[in-house]
């Protein structure tokens, strides 16, 4: 019998894992050591590896950065990060702080990733039958509407016009990455936008954020992976923050709070 | 009452808050606008931005993915890991098994690097003070060990040789930020050397990235958010695995596993 | 203008809250002053008053304590119980284990309380259009089985006859509290012990307390609360063995276990 | 080979549980069948039976239920609560909600009970050694000051007398449970109340329990599960009137509340 038909006999019933392979002194992310991948791949690149299985293309990694930095922080006044500082006000540990931070994107709170994909995949699904994306546009709204639930990846409780919806797709049309998903939303964009006024809801970055993931093949289960990863920094700092800043034990009111850091700049020119 | 007066009296009583400025429609992390940053800045290096309130400068900026890439993941066995899979056979929700994960870093599991770097600390003040590296290593290794305690940053329940700490070293030394820290952890680590046969221990990565975070200027605290961000992407990837692909309220055995993904690989040239 | 009245007005656009009165040295629960109640309610009792907000009758009482300690503990090999377990072996502390383990309360664990309740309301309503009590259980049996979903409240994935749902059951007949609930999951269990063999499922104790729940006036998402409450004990007492008898950082394997506490015993003839 | 020695070879090597025995149709507690304390039990008793081994005498029982009433619920203000109001905004579910309250019980909350427990033996070991309980008292609090620690168990942010406190007292009085522990507790509150206007400050609820769970031979951590165990139901009781009252994704501003539930009552004279 062949060593690897032993190995293959010896493995029958065991479970399976395709992420990692850790043998003595050798870590193998999707099969690249991850001590060759440190200082070649970013963090970005390395977690789109991770989750995907593969390396990311140029244009794909870029995109991915950009999605991971659209959430990095939303200042003080999300439920998950008033979670946070809440739990950061006891004294407790920071991970318990990020911990009670996750816990707070529900449905009413960052759930908008996945749904807003299914939402266009059904949209998308009219398209392939024949109907026109504009049809398909008026199709799925009327029926979110009809459901009596809001359209998925529109609208946004405190800004009327999304700065980071309108970047991504900026960059998904400089890098050539446009597809199906995005044309699908730019159709809704267009139904909603005719619709009377005070009821008009631009795309938000959700939205966005949907139709790239959807154009660039990122399933919706990955997409909602992508969403929690980038939300750690912001939260984790904002409990440090709590943590370094105030005192224990104090009442948060989540209104009452002014901004003192740095003033408006832009990055240096070689940056841009 | 200039406007400016006016509004620092309205603002007095509350509380501050210096990393994000949300205004409709402008999202300002450490003064930078979000969607000028998309693209620009890699989620690495937006981390250490919002972190530290600077960016990083180019070397720094690389030793910050490394680390970051570093931790993205260690297979199945980890406890916090077993932790997030055990969740997430029961059907909860991606983020509860992340949060789960997370749980689990605990004083065992994790807590190294900020120890780490308290340890470096203590030989360093004594360098301050005229002792040689190599003495104030062996004062304070023989300090840890009257203590009945293990010297943090060495050893490893699983690998002799950590390739992530051979490769930061690298790192630091091609890039010019070697410091005091690796001077010190260096003179630690001949300490280690020269004790007895089989209690030789090698600087493990929590070690490798204590003595890099202190010589770039990292505080502890800092350094202990970025090991939580840099772990989330391996809890998350191997939730979404369990949920995957394998059916729910299994039990879970660590040991009884099998690799089946990528064999070993290279990147390609033009990435190295 | 009457001081309550100014009350009134001063009151306008605050958020309220109906379970807890706090003013200095004064603490009221739903009304009754803490350390009223301390040493003469039980904890049970106290809860119940918390959750529905008035005491319980000595019936209701009794069946309170009884849902409460059928979920005490379920041994080791609960997902639940083993997310809090790889967090304890990894130092976290207490509280971090318990969070854990709660969040294994997913949609294969745990839920499937509220999820019968709805289901013997679907049954219920027939009834009350005049359907009789089996014709209504097979009707949402079929209902379930054509859409691919398992019979909430029936099965275990261990106990072929479930102990705590007989002793509930027998509770519920000696205290005069059986109600049109009862009588509905009991024309559903003839619905399914008239299945062919290999798919007669009892009912189990999750249905037993829907039921129970049902009939004593409490809605799905009480139910629901008083669900994670009585596993908190079980999932601290777990920790804080794996805390105490086991030496950090261990590999957990659920099904190597044994146990070695006290033999079977019966309690004294007075509590009988 | 006999049956049982057979049984014990075959066992060795496993890891040891001696909570729960779980086999099939049968549910055994600490010994007891699951099923024959349903009903017989109460909650408290049952988790003091599941905790530390034994059934409680009946003034260990009365004790008990005292100590997990007094923490039912605290208002809407601890940070604890705000956190799993936080996270029930977000449509969060109620495990979540919970787990991320139980995270909230830092060091600055909740850890009390523990510190106390220490505080009060250290008096105790000094008794032992013939100090008085008076010089005992005044040795601690001079040591705790000189460290620039608070005392454990004293003051309160909200109550100047706290009322659990005394009513726990009381109980211990009149079942005739006093001990050595709440002998020293009684010793230090003299110290502190002879200490210069506005320093006095009186046990509270955390320092009556540590007093009492010393006497009745409940170790420290034990005494620090019951505490996360007494406050779930609080806790869950305020995400589940965020999530049944208020609309979601709200700023939650705990101080801009007010009660609005049933007035001041007395329990019914025979429950008295």
Redesign the interface.
């Known amino acids: 019998m062949s060593r690897e038909r032993r190995n293959r006999a010896h493995?029958a019933g065991?479970?399976?894992?395709?992420?990692?392979?850790?043998e003595?002194?050798?870590?193998?992310?999707?099969?690249?050591?991850?001590?060759?991948?440190?200082?070649?791949?970013?963090?970005?690149e390395?977690?789109y590896t991770?989750?995907m299985?593969e390396?990311p293309s140029p244009g794909i990694g870029?995109l991915m950065?950009?999605i991971?930095?659209?959430f990095?922080?939303?200042?003080?006044?999300p439920?998950?990060t008033?979670?946070?500082r809440?739990?950061a006000?006891?004294?407790?540990?920071?991970?318990?702080?990020?911990?009670?931070g996750?816990?707070?994107?529900?449905?009413?709170?960052?759930?908008d990733i996945e749904q807003c994909m299914q939402f266009l995949d059904q949209g998308l699904e009219l398209v392939r039958k024949g109907t026109s994306y504009r049809d398909a546009a008026i199709d799925i709204v009327a029926r979110a509407e009809d459901a009596g639930e809001p359209i998925p990846g529109f609208g946004h409780?405190?800004?009327?016009?999304?700065?980071?919806a309108?970047?991504?797709f900026q960059?998904a049309l400089e890098l050539e990455m446009e597809g199906a998903h995005i044309q699908m939303i730019r159709a809704v964009e267009l139904v909603m936008a005719g619709r009377p006024d005070g009821q008009a809801l631009p795309v938000n970055i959700d939205g966005a954020i949907a139709a790239v993931c959807g154009d660039i093949g990122i399933p919706p289960?990955?997409a909602?992976?992508l969403f929690?990863?980038?939300r750690?920094?912001?939260i984790?700092?904002?409990a440090?923050?709590e943590?370094?800043?105030?005192h224990?034990?104090?009442?948060?009111?989540?209104?009452?709070?002014?901004?003192?850091?740095?003033?408006?700049?832009?990055?240096?020119d070689k940056?841009?």
């Open positions: 493995d065991k479970w399976r894992t395709a992420l990692t392979c850790i003595p002194n050798k870590i193998l992310v999707r099969g690249y050591p991850v001590d060759e991948i440190m200082g070649r791949l970013t963090f970005g390395a977690i991770l989750l299985g390396l870029s950065e950009a991971l930095v659209s990095i922080d939303h200042g003080v006044t439920p998950s008033l979670a946070a809440n739990t006000t006891t004294g407790a540990p920071l991970r318990a702080c990020v911990a009670a996750i816990l707070g994107f529900g449905r009413h709170h960052g759930g409780r405190f800004h009327t016009r999304d700065p980071r309108a970047r991504l960059m289960e990955i909602n992976a929690i990863i980038s750690v920094p912001g984790a700092a904002q440090q923050e943590r370094g800043r105030e224990p034990m104090r009442q948060i009111d989540p209104k009452d709070h002014v901004y003192d850091g740095a003033g408006q700049r832009r990055l240096p940056r841009r």
